[in-house]
């Protein structure tokens, strides 16, 4: 085995790790989980600080960053970004602070995602709404994004619409995810939305997909929702792939073997466990506790192992 | 002036200290900014870590006494929780931290208030309801203090029902207080309530009386509902009476005149102060930002002067 291959056999063998401000990313952890059977998995769950999506922007940044340190102290292969608002106002800095790990962000994927699902037949003329919290709204992440990317390959910009709808995420924590008061609410939030008629919506905030029924509704018919979930998978692959980082190609594991997900979270107590349980429909043995003020500043970054 | 006058006019020129995971407690600053215009404040609102309601217990305990340790090393002479969460949970550890300080807590005075406010002619069969966030209403604090004083007084224990409305809070936050949306949550939260037909209901948290019509016209007609705030204007006035602690006695300070809030928020950024005018109605210059992750263990607890 040369340096290299002794490298990325090393790095192959970490988890991957993922965070988010509380619960909404373990509807990403789930698709990367069954997308990636044999991969490990280290998620962190802000919910001692949940939810970012009311607060300012530097307050989100040094929070993501403490985690990011938190992570690369445990020692990943790469890092994903789970929180719309965390990758809308922190993507960069958690990107510079893990580089040379990869870090993927789910606002990126979302909005790549989005341009891929217009109609092909469009020409011009085409409509993308986005829907997400407050913070990721202001910080016009998805727009700038969208249009970047449309920039690049050519395609003339799209008509953007954005809406802030900050009362779907404690109407997901409530499990009130269905029925007439979700609908109500929708409803509300998305009148304008709906005379805008926007081809294709994105659920910019990690808690939406589990309201796309009352979403959908609230909608034109034929309007078409993308949740960023599916866009991580391919990125993660991608990485995986390029480097040979996949965990399955450790020679001491074997190809049907589960990886470990190991769960941490910053609020005490049994919620986060109960919660999880329910997004990801399995048993959660253990949450760990962790003090996420403890890595402040960039403690700990000596200690993760340096990929190729 | 003798020594106890000296002390007496020393700690009367302090401002009262008041906290609340957020903006809610601003309602009850209101209402004792209303009461004692002679008076200065310093207002803490953690939005950095808001809301507490749905976090573990020892995690909010944490929070409050890393407050109650900004606020002592600011000088305080008198510390008013004014969340029903804090209160519910950390309330004798705050108690403990800032001695001799006295330390008042909604939880405490909405208790008192919710017996007073029972029909006379009502010599038993009292029935008592109680809405609050998820962990107040786990901690059952409301449920022991009633029992408590209702045993002090020699009264018969009342029937006590909880509810926990934690939609309620982005509710107000998103300012949705009237209309169509907050009637059918308030029905969907109190039907059982409903049934229940309490004499009197506790708003046991301080978002809450900013809801008080949707959640009056979704009990039965006469139901009193009772909000902490009052309750606390008085436990205020006993201690500054009782040890002469009132701002208008300060020799330097003309009773017309008004005392200073001043506002300190962990989180940075406007939604704190866009937040707070629109709660009081008033117009807020600035906003201090604080970080009260210093204030960690006991810091600073040397220099706040000690009160007689």
């Given amino acids: 085995m040369d340096q290299r291959d002794k490298r990325s056999h090393d790095m192959a063998k970490l988890p991957i790790g993922i965070f988010d401000s509380g619960i909404g990313g373990l509807t990403v952890l789930k698709t990367l989980y069954n997308a990636f059977p044999a991969e490990s998995f280290i998620y962190v769950g802000d919910l001692g600080r949940s939810p970012y999506g009311s607060k300012a922007a530097d307050t989100v940044q040094r929070y993501a960053l403490q985690i990011t340190d938190f992570l690369l102290h445990q020692g990943v292969k790469m890092i994903v970004i789970a929180c719309n608002t965390a990758s809308a106002v922190a993507g960069n800095a958690v990107r510079h602070r893990a580089h040379p790990i990869p870090v993927i962000e789910v606002v990126g994927c979302g909005a790549k995602m989005a341009l891929e699902m217009l109609p092909e037949e469009l020409s011009e003329d085409a409509r993308i709404g986005i829907l997400g919290t407050d913070t990721t709204v202001k910080s016009e992440v998805y727009v700038k994004r969208i249009n970047e990317l449309a920039l690049k ?156």
């Fill in 153 to 308: 390959t050519g395609l003339k910009l799209p008509d953007i619409q954005q809406q802030a709808c900050p009362l779907f995420v404690p109407l997901v924590e409530e499990g009130w995810w269905q029925g007439e008061l979700s609908d109500k609410i929708a409803e509300r939030y998305l009148h304008s939305m709906k005379s805008f008629e926007p081809h294709v919506v994105i659920l910019g905030c990690t808690h939406f997909p589990l309201l796309s029924g009352p979403i959908s509704r609230a909608l034109p018919e034929g309007t078409v929702l993308t949740d960023c979930a599916p866009a991580v998978v391919r990125e993660v692959r991608t990485i995986l792939d390029d480097r040979g980082w996949h965990a399955a190609e450790r020679t001491d594991v074997a190809e049907s073997n589960r990886g470990k997900t190991v769960f941490y979270c910053s609020d005490t107590g049994d919620t986060f466990r109960r919660q999880a349980e329910r997004f990801l429909d399995m048993t959660i043995e253990f949450v760990h506790h962790v003090d996420l003020e403890m890595y402040e500043d960039g403690e700990g970054l000596e200690c993760f192992p340096q990929p190729i």
